[in-house]
């Protein structure tokens, strides 16, 4: 048994930590088994020969921290993708109506790209929307790019599509908040906008130092600004996101507390 290359050993203030993406486990450990793992991991060489009857290893091996084979673990989780996306009553899309943006962010791995969906594609998003039958449930997420740079698109192919063939349309959005002015947020809610995803990457000056533009250095003012429009109008729950790197690894609980 090795340890699993979706296992990440953390380490923090003298507090020692598991986490297994595949799996989505996350503990705290000792220090001493924290060390053995680390390096356990840096050799590459056996954690165990065999987890049965150790209560510990059982359960590391159970959350995939330890495993036998790893490309049994990708395998057994490409499964699971697999089995969604075969899903026969549910349509789940996710749409960009422009590359463009008006932040440049360090670590997006977009291009940003002028213009925005063609009226051609537009149709032919609708007509594959629409020509799906014994369709229950249609999930679009709205993505980009900065989607909120072609919210005219949202509208139009919202418009068309045929309401009257799903029994539930779930729709949300992905964005960078800037552009979440009363007039989008009537937009978004005409739209069947259900949930709003933006990121706030730190406190107001390591934020502003990752996220402005040439005429806004403060875009972190904005954005709490039309947050505060959201919470007053009610209705579209809003999801925080922050990402963390070095620079801003400690900011997350001082956005958690100012939010």
């Not at 799906?132 to 997420?141: K, P």
Request: charged content about 30%; hydrophobic content about 35%; aromatic content about 10%.
């Amino acid at each position: 048994m090795k340890i699993s290359k979706y296992t990440k050993l953390i380490s923090k203030d003298n507090a020692f930590f598991i986490y297994n993406s595949l799996t989505n486990y996350f503990s705290e450990i000792n220090k001493e088994l924290y060390s053995f793992l680390e390096t356990k991991q840096k050799d590459g060489s056996n954690v165990v020969e065999t987890v049965e009857k150790d209560e510990l290893w059982g359960k590391l091996y159970e959350k995939r921290v330890i495993t036998d084979n790893d490309d049994e673990d990708f395998l057994s989780f490409r499964s699971i993708i697999e089995q969604q996306r075969r899903l026969d009553n549910a349509l789940v899309l996710t749409i960009a109506p422009t590359m463009d943006c008006n932040f440049s962010c360090p670590y997006c791995f977009e291009d940003k790209k002028k213009g925005c969906m063609s009226d051609k594609t537009v149709q032919q998003i609708v007509d594959f929307i629409n020509k799906h039958n014994n369709i229950d449930v249609l999930n679009l997420t709205w993505f980009g790019g900065e989607p909120l740079l072609a919210s005219h698109i949202i509208e139009d192919i919202s418009n068309k599509i045929d309401k009257q063939k799903f029994t539930c349309i779930n729709a949300s959005i992905i964005t960078n908040g800037y552009f979440l002015t009363k007039e989008n947020l009537d937009l978004l809610v005409r739209c069947n906008i259900r949930s709003i995803q933006i990121s706030i990457d730190g406190i107001q000056e390591t934020h502003n130092r990752k996220k402005y533009t040439a005429t806004d250095k403060n875009t972190f003012e904005t954005i709490v600004r039309n947050l505060d429009c959201i919470n007053a109008m009610g209705g579209i729950p809003v999801c925080v996101r922050v990402n963390l790197d070095k620079e801003n690894e400690n900011d997350f609980l001082k956005v958690y507390d100012f939010f």
